[in-house]
């Protein structure tokens, strides 16, 4: 892994990090930000993170850059390759710093996901969805036309055949996977004999180049208990290994074997043929991530850190035991276990309401006043990111950048 | 109530409809939007939404005048007025068919919508949520210098004397209401002798003027059953309803008791000086709404009729007993009961997965296969609007606008 300090800061802070790089997404304020924290004409040159307009979205950079170490360091250990999943950030910025510490590439869950990150300079994207209707496909062979990093998944020969024609009328060969269904039955073509068919049809086509396949375990990430979570998902991982197994006998390209996250992250690699982890949580954690435990520690999984953080504003301390705050379904989502007050004690928060958040008292090891900040930990990171346009970069209470969360909303 | 049908085409497709009105929010298609459409470099005149990419948030624009027309006339009848909630649609497009339909002004939760409502030429809006941090004051503060139809709402003396500091530093007399506990404890201040108190130097204060009070009951507005939402909702109204006697026995302004939502438009005119519903749900209806009952239906709500579908593509038919689609929690929200498939039976849909939703036949109207597309009844309106930058107006399948949310992710 490369160290990060002096080439992060220096991708942070430089516009030519890459040809396609938009540099207001990552350095500065924008226009609307510095009219936000103008007070009386004067714009302060240190914004600290209490300072921010709330309900505001904050990620802590030493943590960031922590769990992406953490990971980094346990699956090249492994033998294994990161390829995060930027469903969950949506954000370039933070893209660009997982592959410079090490990742062979990000996946993608939409096609507009991946436009977004090409626009925005990453080129090693693999789109983990199948594409089913023309104008999708089209979408995505037109990336490929710029894209060579562009690999796409496909589940079905009916639709094989539909995305040669469609690469070949572009005048392209496009990179395929084959999405392999670990058994939840969402998406994906069932392993073994149906799977090798449709290598072996995708290797014949025109238009398509076969790289291997994906096997996302979605069903095995949140399982309780270390050992349970191994047992199911190394099971379930199970024909998917033997359907590679498959296309190498037959002499079909076998060089991705991707899937895993989060909460195999440690695990998939024992998979024989796998080669890399589609993390996405491990990189900011949540509330939902946090009470799977993990190989170290049965209740808490501590292997990362809560790096993404709401700030949120306490705007009615009236009545007893509870104070109503800015952040509600629409800052936090409805997702359980609810957020929890980061560095307090006795209390819980809840974000049923659309626009408001309710901190109730139980023993609490502090109170709150009207105007008084605090900060969450996100229920589930994905769906929360999604309600915001931008990330506070946080480095010891200061904002060190403004990251656009440039893939926001886009689920087509 | 206007008549709808001529003005509002001309609204929907003039551009010179009001000074800070931006044409691009109503009139037909952006360049995404052409270039999503194009096929073989042709673009087609005639645009229905099942050729929308999916997912994609719809309105359908007959079912939406209905409700219009609906809810005004009953308030009217009932002898007060409708000034909407547009945290509902965070659309100015939609503000001002409230407006146009006989809407006193609008309702926003927050400063931000606020800005964005006025800046699209919205100039007539109740910020129903009290302003405690000295940024949100000053931008209210700011708002209201050029707009004078801008109300805030307050629930404490400390906050009114911030607030007419504040209106005074800018030159201005800020109109205010006092926001009224109806007993959920989450905002306001308790009614009786302490709003009176408040009133009274809200009326004293040289930066303010009182222009009366809200309630807003949100506890009641999806209790089960007609008749017990009646009975609690007048109980709880009740306070607000003496408090606002009191400020006139004291000589204060009460032009305005504005209140109620969706689920009791049609009860709150019973409490003595209410003047005005927060309806919002009532333009969209949605699966949370529909299961409420009504006076004339204990079953279903069928006052108002279900506008608002999410539009979503099968992606996987593989596997047996159900189907998979593009449009899981980051399209949907995970709120419940979860989104109806609209016009099918036996059959449900779960949107539990962030990019997937499942839908499980039991004993189904009908089948789907990979690429056909459905229509879903929205679970609950107001945070799925919040996951769209547009909506697609649609007019018997054919499209006829693209509305921008323009406060859509507006928190602040």
């Known amino acids: 892994m490369k160290k990060l300090s002096r080439s992060r800061r220096s991708f942070l802070f430089s516009a030519g990090a890459a040809a396609l790089w938009i540099p207001r997404s990552v350095k500065g304020y924008s226009t609307t930000e510095m009219h936000s924290f103008d007070r009386d ?4 040159d240190t914004i600290t993170k ?9 990620v802590d950079l030493d943590a960031l850059e922590r769990n992406l170490k953490t990971l980094q360091q346990t699956v090249s250990g492994n033998g294994i390759a990161s390829r995060p999943h930027a469903k969950t950030h949506k954000c370039p910025a933070i893209a660009r ?8 590439g990000i996946c993608v869950a939409k096609v507009s996901e991946a436009e977004a990150m090409f626009e925005h300079g990453i080129e ?5 969805t199948t594409n089913v209707t023309p104008l999708k ?3 995505a062979m037109r990336l ?4 060579a990093g562009f690999i796409q998944a496909t589940d079905s020969l009916n639709n094989a055949h539909s995305l040669s024609e469609a690469a070949r009328a572009v005048g392209i060969t496009a990179d395929i996977v084959v999405d392999v269904d670990p058994g939840g039955h969402r998406t994906g073509i069932s392993p073994g004999q149906p799977a090798l068919e449709l290598a072996q049809e995708i290797d014949r086509l025109p238009g398509l180049h076969l790289r291997g396949i994906l096997c996302y375990d979605g069903g095995s990430q949140h399982v309780k208990g270390f050992e349970k979570r191994k047992t199911q998902t190394l099971s379930r991982l199970a024909p998917a290994g033997e359907t590679i197994d498959l296309f190498k006998r037959s002499g079909l390209n076998t060089e991705i074997f991707s899937g895993g996250g989060t909460g195999t992250y440690n695990i998939d690699h024992e998979t024989p043929f796998f080669t890399d982890v589609q993390v996405g949580s ?3 954690m949540d509330a939902q991530y946090m009470s799977i435990g993990g190989a170290t520690n049965d209740e808490i999984y501590s292997d990362f850190e809560p790096s993404l953080m709401i700030l949120t504003t306490v705007v009615n301390d009236q009545y007893k035991g509870q104070v109503t705050t800015d952040a509600g379904a629409k800052a936090c989502t409805i997702n359980q276990p609810w957020p929890i007050v980061k560095g307090e004690t006795g209390m819980s928060y809840r974000s049923g309401s659309d626009e408001f958040g309710t901190l109730q008292y139980d023993n609490p090891s502090r109170t709150y006043k009207v105007g008084d900040k605090l900060e969450l930990i996100v229920s589930h990171c994905d ?4 309600l915001y346009d931008q990330m506070y970069a946080i480095r010891r209470d200061q904002v060190e950048a403004i990251w656009r969360i440039e893939a926001r909303g886009m689920s087509t």
Chains 1, 2 share one sequence.
């Open 383 to 386: 769906p929360v990111v999604n």
């Open 97 to 104: 710093l997982q592959l410079e510490t090490g990742s062979v």
């Open 137 to 139: 496909i089209s979408r």
């Open 282 to 284: 491990y990189l900011f």
């Open 41 to 44: 004409g004067q714009v302060e």
């Open 50 to 58: 209490w300072d921010l307009d709330t309900p505001a979205l904050c």
């Open 144 to 147: 490929r036309k710029w894209c």
């Open 124 to 128: 090693e994207i693999l789109l983990t």
